[in-house]
């Protein structure tokens, strides 16, 4: 098993372009979920899918959009991007118990 | 949403030393986990325990649910536990939904 994926791994992107972070997970998880790390900020969740065909904001969503394109995969959208949306992202999916998490994407908004 | 503290933030360790790393959450929960988050940026599952206690290896942790706190031990600790430790709960039902709260985590450097 490849547990979670993420990709790219790296990004830098100019203020104002979009992008597409993709996340998949192979464990049959119903719940998926996008964080991003900011120094001294801890996890702060983005979005989450509680299951395929739903999806709800975390506590920072503004400036994002997500699909839950089927059960494996979850995708996180910046339409345009901002300075203040450079960050890592992480991805997670769960069972009713313990989350994992993917690898992370390291994304720099100029 | 619940309030996670962590203490201490930063604690520098060296090899061998033993430490204790405590989560306090402002509500009763339904989860509650422990990660470590390596040099690399990997993040790893350590333990899953809204009560009771666990061991693994030269890790053990307690959550006294009654009391809203949680301990992470690392006994003879090792450069390679270096990183950062996160504390994550969450309460089921109500507005909450269906995901964890991170605390701002305890970075830990153990050196030779």
């Known amino acids: 098993n490849a547990g979670v994926t993420q990709t790219p791994k790296f990004q830098v992107l100019k203020t104002g372009q979009s992008m597409t972070l993709q996340c998949a997970q192979d464990?049959?998880?119903?719940?998926m979920y996008w964080y991003r790390q900011d120094p001294g900020m801890g996890l702060r969740l983005i979005y989450y899918?509680?299951?395929?065909?739903?999806?709800d904001k975390g506590e920072v969503p503004n400036g994002y959009n997500v699909s839950r394109l089927n059960k494996r995969e979850f995708s996180l959208r910046l339409e345009s991007a901002a300075p203040s949306q450079t960050s890592v992202y992480f991805c997670?999916?769960?069972?009713?118990?313990?989350?994992?998490f993917g690898p992370g994407t390291r994304l720099t908004v100029t | 949403g619940i309030q996670v503290e962590q203490s201490p933030p930063d604690l520098i360790l060296q090899e061998g030393a033993n430490s204790t790393l405590r989560c306090n959450f402002s509500?009763?929960?339904?989860?509650l986990q422990w990660f470590h988050q390596n040099p690399w940026g990997q993040l790893i599952n350590l333990f899953y325990?809204?009560?009771g206690t666990k061991q693994n290896g030269r890790l053990s942790a307690t959550t006294v649910a009654t009391e809203r706190y949680s301990l992470l031990y690392i006994s003879s600790s090792q450069t390679t536990d270096s990183g950062v430790y996160f504390c994550?709960?969450?309460?089921?039902?109500?507005?909450?939904?269906?995901?964890?709260?991170f605390g701002k985590g305890t970075s830990l450097l153990v050196t030779p």
């Open positions: 325990i809204p009560s």
């Open positions: 509500d009763s929960v339904n989860n």
């Open positions: 997670a999916s769960r069972t009713a118990y313990e989350q994992y």
């Open positions: 464990m049959n998880h119903n719940s």
């Open positions: 899918s509680a299951s395929e065909g739903t999806t």
């Open positions: 994550a709960v969450e309460k089921w039902g109500g507005n909450s939904g269906y995901a964890l709260n």
